[in-house]
């Protein structure tokens, strides 16, 4: 038992430790937020990146309207007795706790997703207890990765190609948000390459190669791989940085993977799919995207800013046909419409032309992402008491 009373330490715009009770009230105010339906059939499912962001919100509206059986797979930090336990083991808790109290038949695996011992242990899992899998989605988030064949690990980098990026930023080291200036100089090739290997389709590509080796691909199996555009604002450190081309990686990989012998012999498919803005753990740290993000939430009100969940029970409902496939002229799943409409778009560039004058007139939309930000590790959770102590040392699900 490590019951104690705990408070958010935070280093710069980082929050290093997490409150489980804050954290496991996120996951249940998420499926809450996702109509309750289960009719059907209950495909299998493997969700790699399961514990944060839109991997969470793909879990819990599976778990919640499709069914959905298998294995979620993340690789998160236990409580070390001097720091809690990461944000993402404790909604992994919540997110097990939810399945199993509602009939679920989900197993959860703390691993490195990209080694190949992670994959055997996984797969190994998967071919015990529940066999093809009809579904694999891809939403893993690192910030390096280590090549299996050659141990080489790479390390990404956030940075502009061909020209340095000078523009604005959300600061929200404070307690009060404010614009600073940020400039990045151009990344090397070296980077560029690096940030392909850890965000690219490199290892996507090994996990569904891993599945037909196994003869654990189901008839008509689907993959799919979370990415984003955005917006023309911040292109140049995004779409036409060193993570755009991580992006353009990865989109030629769900090509190729869709002609692939494996998923023709399935009469497989693969898509890509493209989400909205949303207040992740890696979205934060991206130079520009705050700010952006900030004034996109001021333009659209609660109701039009699609939150994760809604995106993601969108999505469920394309790929298990409910409706149809919403693809753009590459073959990419779009759930991102609301936030790329021209006159949304419209009001963020006028915003973003004078930004102090813009955070001004955004001032509830930077105050709504600050607390987002402090929400993803547990912390500003309404309903929470933060002044009683609480259980950090809370178990891993254990798998049958």
Same mark, same amino acid.
């Given at each position: ?16 430790? #997490? ?7 996120? =996951?249940?105010?998420?499926? +809450? ?42 690789? +998160? ?18 997110? *097990? $706790? @939810? ?15 990209? #080694?190949? $011992?992670?994959?055997?242990? =996984? ?16 939403? @893993? ?91 023309? =604002? ?13 992006? $353009? ?7 190729? @993977? ?29 130079? #520009? ?39 753009? +002229? ?9 936030? @790329? ?11 973003? *032309? ?26 500003? =959770? ?19």
């Amino acid at each position: 038992m490590s019951m104690r009373q705990i408070e958010p330490k935070q280093r710069g715009f980082l929050i290093v430790n #997490s409150h489980p009770e804050g954290a496991a009230a996120t =996951v249940r105010r998420m499926w +809450e937020d996702i109509p309750a339906r289960s009719d059907g059939r209950r495909p299998v499912a493997l969700v790699l990146g399961h514990s944060a962001g839109y991997g969470l919100a793909t879990l819990l509206a599976g778990l919640r309207q499709h069914g959905i059986r298998g294995v979620g797979v993340a690789f +998160e930090g236990a409580d070390n007795g001097r720091r809690t336990a990461t944000a993402g083991w404790y909604r992994t808790a919540a997110a *097990a $706790e @939810l399945a199993r109290d509602n009939g679920g038949d989900f197993e959860f695996v703390n691993t490195d997703a990209f #080694s190949d $011992e992670g994959k055997k242990q =996984v797969l190994d899992l998967v071919a015990e207890l529940y066999g093809p899998v009809d579904y694999l989605i891809y939403s @893993l988030a690192a910030p390096r990765r280590t090549d299996p064949a050659t141990g080489t690990v790479h390390h990404s980098a956030i940075k502009p190609l061909g020209v340095a990026y000078e523009a604005p930023a959300l600061d929200f080291s404070g307690t009060e948000p404010k614009v600073s200036r940020m400039r990045l100089e151009p990344g090397t090739e070296e980077e560029k390459q690096a940030t392909v290997a850890v965000m690219g389709g490199d290892d996507w590509s090994l996990w569904v190669a891993a599945l037909g080796e196994r003869r654990l691909l189901a008839p008509g199996f689907t993959t799919v791989a979370l990415t984003y555009v955005g917006s023309e =604002v911040t292109a140049p450190v995004y779409r036409q940085g060193t993570i755009g081309a991580a992006k $353009e990686h990865l989109e030629a990989t769900a090509r190729d @993977l869709a002609t692939a012998p494996a998923l023709h012999a399935v009469d497989g498919r693969a898509f890509t799919v493209v989400a909205g803005a949303a207040v992740t753990q890696a979205s934060s740290a991206i130079p #520009s995207i705050a700010l952006y993000t900030a004034f996109l939430r001021t333009v659209l009100d609660g109701d039009t800013f699609r939150s994760t969940a809604h995106q993601a029970t969108d999505l469920w409902d394309q790929l298990e046909g409910r409706t149809p496939l919403v693809l753009d +002229e590459a073959g990419r799943i779009r759930l991102d419409g609301w936030e @790329l409409d021209d006159q949304v778009q419209q009001s963020v560039r006028e915003l973003w *032309a004078d930004p102090e004058t813009g955070l001004l007139t955004a001032r509830s939309g930077a105050d709504w992402f600050m607390n987002q930000v402090r929400e993803l590790y547990g912390w500003g =959770v309404d309903g929470v008491d933060y002044d009683q102590p609480v259980e950090t040392d809370i178990a891993w699900p254990t798998t049958r």
